[in-house]
Structure formats: structure tokens, C-alpha cells
């Protein structure tokens, strides 16, 4: 095994293992809200079963023959799933079942979560855990012209004048924020990097680069609006640093985002020595 294969082989198995509390609440939330569907979708058959009775005898079971094709797509999809995450490989339709995940059952999980008094973030943290996973059995390995970095626009000082939404490259490279060092990873690997300030500059960028594969940064609540937004486009999500609060001089684990690039790139270069974390240069 060469040292790059082990890197890689290091990196998924970190990915995997790391955070696997917010694993088991993912697979307790999406499992709650497939029963939670099925048991609506009986009793959209068992109510109105005497009344449709009336206007046949065979329509109840008519119903209740769509509705049990429905509760068996709801019930395998989140079994699915649940394999895939635990096997830690795709399995068929997997694809297809993450499709179905990200667009319907987060919604649904978010909402269960709120009823058991489980916080947004925390759900939406565990969906991104899941999604990094699944992405890390599904993608393979990509060049640089093929990988996007995307940034949120709160990394960028809030003393800073320069407009760098739309030319990244009008960055002085004075230090104050993570900037500089995303430029110089974008250089050293020759990846795209962009910033956005929202989802539909987003989009816009995505378009114009056309990646294959997107190793996002930015909070839960974008990075999972994100993922659903440009799926099936595989995205690889890296949570940001708050320093200061949120959308406020915000930071990047630039180890994190290194340790991604030389996982998803062919042929990547030697990482360079960074710390585990960076911090933004405090601006007050």
C-alpha cells in the first residue's frame, strides 16, 4: 500500500468513525419519520374505508393497494439507508434512496426533532454527517478542473472593503481572514474556489464551473439547504469555525479541507504542514 492509499484509507476511516452519536440520532430521527409516513398513509386508507365502500366495493382496496405500493417505498428507502450507513457501502438504488432522503425526509426530520425538543443543528449536523459518508462511498476521484471549493461570503473580514463575491482573486492577501490560505490551497492543488453569498449565487457559480464534486464550508443550515439544492451533485460538506458568532468573521478547519482535497483528487500533491484548526486573526 503506497502512502497516498493510506492517507485516503486514513481519511474515510476517521470520517467514518468520528461523530457516530451523530450517526445514531440520523438513523432514530429517519427511522421515526418513515413509521411516522406509513402510519399517515394506513390511515388515509382506514378513514375513509367505509365511505368508499359506498361508491364501490373494490375501491378500498383499491386504495389501499396504492397505498401499501407507498408504504413499501417509504419503509425500504429508510431501510435502505440505514444499511448503507451502517455497511458503510452503496448498496442498489442506494443512489436513488439518497435522492429521496435528502428532499423528503429532512423536512420530516427536522420536525420530529423539533417534537422531541432536539435543535435544528443538531439534526441538520447528523444529516450532514450522513450525507459526508455516503458521498465518501459514492464519489470516486476527480482533477483539480473537476472540484469546486465553495466559501461563505462571512469568511471574509467585516473591516475588509474588497468585493470579492464575484473575483475572489481581488483579495489582497493581508492575513486578517482565511482568504489568503484558501487561495493558496486553491493554487497548490488548481482547484476552483469561489465564494457566495447566497443560494442563488450559489447555483450561478456552480453552473458557470461545472464541477463533478463540491467540498462546501459554511454552518449546518447552509450546508444542508445546499446539499438538497444541488443534489444529485455530490457535495462534501466541512463545517465552519465561529469565533465570533454566526455569519460573523467566520473560520475554516483548514486541515479538514486539505485532508478532503487529497482525498477526492487523482493525483494531489504532498499536503502541506497546517494545523488542525484555523482561526480567523481576531478583528476587534
Known amino acids: 500500500m503506497t502512502a497516498k492509499e493510506s492517507r485516503v484509507e486514513a481519511f474515510d476511516h476517521l470520517d467514518r468513525t468520528a461523530g457516530s452519536a451523530r450517526k445514531r440520532l440520523f438513523i432514530g430521527l429517519i427511522t421515526g419519520a418513515s413509521i411516522l409516513i406509513c402510519g399517515l398513509l394506513v390511515l388515509l386508507w382506514v378513514i375513509p374505508y367505509i365511505g368508499l ?43 436513488r434512496l439518497r435522492g429521496l432522503t435528502i428532499k423528503i425526509f429532512l ?15 443538531r439534526v441538520r449536523s447528523s444529516f450532514i454527517k450522513v450525507n459526508n459518508e455516503l458521498v465518501l462511498t459514492e464519489a470516486g476521484r476527480y482533477t483539480p478542473e473537476q472540484i469546486l471549493l465553495l466559501m461563505p461570503h462571512c ?49 450561478r457559480i456552480v453552473v458557470q464551473t461545472r464541477p463533478r464534486l463540491i467540498i462546501a464550508v459554511a454552518c449546518e443550515r447552509d450546508l444542508s439547504s445546499g446539499i438538497q439544492d444541488t443534489y444529485p451533485l455530490p457535495v462534501f460538506g466541512v463545517m465552519n469555525l465561529r469565533p465570533h458568532g454566526p455569519c460573523l468573521d467566520t473560520g475554516v478547519p483548514m486541515h479538514d479541507l486539505e485532508q478532503a482535497l487529497q482525498r477526492f483528487l487523482i493525483d494531489p500533491p504532498a499536503p502541506t504542514v497546517l494545523p488542525m484548526a484555523t482561526n480567523p486573526a481576531p478583528s476587534r
Do not use: F
Open 53 to 95: 365502500a359506498q361508491i364501490h366495493p373494490t375501491a378500498p382496496w383499491v386504495l389501499g393497494l396504492a397505498l401499501a405500493v407507498l408504504v413499501g417505498i417509504v419503509g425500504w428507502a429508510s431501510l435502505g439507508l440505514v444499511l448503507n450507513i451502517l455497511l458503510g457501502r452503496s448498496l442498489p438504488l442506494t443512489r
Open 155 to 203: 469568511l471574509q473580514n467585516s473591516r475588509c472593503d474588497m468585493r470579492l463575491t464575484y473575483d475572489i482573486n481581488n483579495c489582497k492577501r493581508c492575513g486578517k481572514c482565511p482568504i489568503k490560505e484558501l487561495l493558496e490551497i486553491s493554487e497548490r492543488y488548481g482547484v476552483h474556489l469561489a465564494i457566495a453569498t447566497g443560494g442563488t449565487i450559489a447555483r
Open 107 to 121: 423536512p420530516l426530520m427536522v420536525l420530529l426533532g423539533k417534537i422531541l425538543s432536539i435543535s435544528k443543528e
